[in-house]
C-alpha cells in the first residue's frame, strides 16, 4: 500500500496574474483566520476518518501560500502533525512569491516542519514579469533565495515560464543560464496556455496580445531540453528538471497513479479509484465545514477503461515511461494484446519507443505528447 500523498490548498492571491486559473482570489485577506481554522478542522476530520494514517509527502499550493501570516501556517502544520502520522523525512513542500516572503518567516516555516520551497518566478525578465501581471521583479527573487538559504532550506525549486508576450528565444537561453547559476535543486518550465476566462485569453481574442510565433516557442522548448540536462538539472518529467535524487517526491505520487488526499477549498483528491473536488469558493468552503457539512462538490468513481487511460498518460509524462509488468498488475491485462495497434502507429511516428519492461516517449514524444495521450485516453 502507498503511504497517502497531502495537498492543501490555499486559495489566496494578492494579486491573480493575467494567465491564471488557478482557484485563487485577490483581496480575501479577511478570510485569512477562518479560513485557517476551516482547513484545520477538516485536517482533524480526515485524519480521524482515515485513522492517522502514514503521510511521506504533503504539498501546500495555491494561490500563493506564503501570504497567508505565519503564525497560520504554523496552525495548519500543527495540525497535520497531530492528525497524521508524518514520516520523519517526509517531504513537505510549499508554494512561495518571491515577493512575499522575509528572512523571519521562513525561518519559522522552517522549524514548523516545511523542508522544501517552490517559488513561482516563472521569469528574470522584469518587463515580462509586468507583463504577466507578476507582483515581484528580479531583485525580489534574488532576496527571496538568500532567505531561504539563510533559514536552512537546501531543497529550492523554482518555476520559469517561456512562450511569453515579447520573449524570445534568445532572452530564454539567458534566463534558463541565470536559473542554472542558482544552484537549485529543482526547476520547473511551463509554455504559456491561454485558459479561458483569464485576461491574457480576452487580450488574444481581442488582438491585443501578441505571442511568439511557433518557430520561437519551439526553439525556447528545445534550449530547455538541450541546456539544461547539461547543467545536471536531469529531466524527468516533460516539464521538470532536477539534481539527482531532488525529484518532486509528490508530483511523482500524481505520475505513478499513486493516492493523495486534497484540503481547503477547490483541492482534488483520489482515493481507491475515485476522484473528488471541493467547493472552490472559499466561503462555501468555510461554510461546509463549520456546519458539518461536505465540501466535496464533485465525485467520479472511474470505469475500468478511464484508470487504463489515465494510468498509462500519467506514467507516460515521465522519462523512465511505463513499466508493463506494473501495468499488468494493476488491471490485469498485458498493454499490448490491447493497445499494440495504438502503440505500432506511435512508434512508426517516432513518439513512443519500448523494450521488454517499459515504454516511453522519445524525445520527439516529448514535444508532442498530446498527440500520444489522446490515443490512449478515452471521452
Partial sequence: MSKLGLYLHVPFCRQKCFYCDFSSYAGAEHLFVAYTAALCQQIAEQGGLLCNPTVDTVYIGGGTPSLLPVHLMEQIMSALYNNFSINNDAEISMEANPGTVTRAQLTTLKASGINRLSFGVQSFNDDLLARLGRIHRTPDTMTALEYADAAGFNNISIDLMYGLPGQTAAGFARE???????HTSHLSVYGLKLEQGT???AAYDQGRLELPDEMSEEAMYDLMVDVLPGKGLLRYE?????RPGMECRHNLKYWYYQPYLGLGAAAHSFLKG???SAVAEIEAYIRAI???CSPVAM???????QAIGEYIFLALRTTPGMILADFAQRFD????SQFACVFNKLRQQNLLEADSKRIWLTGRGMKFGNIVFASFLTD
Fill in 333 to 336: 491485462i498485458d498493454f499490448f
Fill in 238 to 242: 516533460i516539464s521538470n528538471f532536477a
Fill in 290 to 292: 463549520k456546519s458539518g
Fill in 199 to 201: 485576461p491574457f485569453a
Fill in 299 to 305: 465525485r467520479e468513481i472511474l470505469t475500468k477503461e
Fill in 274 to 276: 475515485e476522484r473528488q
Fill in 176 to 182: 534558463l543560464e541565470q536559473a542554472v547559476a542558482l
